[in-house]
């Protein structure tokens, strides 16, 4: 499941995922409706979930996530939802920058 912070659900970008992403994607206001949901509330939310890429950006442009988030899944260390787990993920141009508990690995992007 692909869960997209608040502020990208409004250019479209729910349906340029779910047309190459075979799971289901949905805003993180879906997994507590009809609330305000705050920076701190956001990990206690997706641990409540099964398997959740949460997806959020900093200077980029709402319209290249869905290419950028493609593309990243297209990467060995990034295929299946289990590589994916525990990850935190900064996707540029050329490179990926990942963490996790243990490491922080830098792996270039495809073209």
Known sequence: MIVLDEHLLGPKLHERIAHWYGGKVIGITALRPDTIILDDAIPALLREQRRPTFITFRDC?????????RRLFQLDAFRTQAERMGKIVK????EVQHYNVA????????P
């Open 61 to 69: 442009r709402a319209e290249d996530i869905s290419l950028r988030l």
């Open 91 to 94: 996707v540029h141009e050329t």
């Open 103 to 110: 490491s922080h690995k830098i792996v270039k992007m495809p």
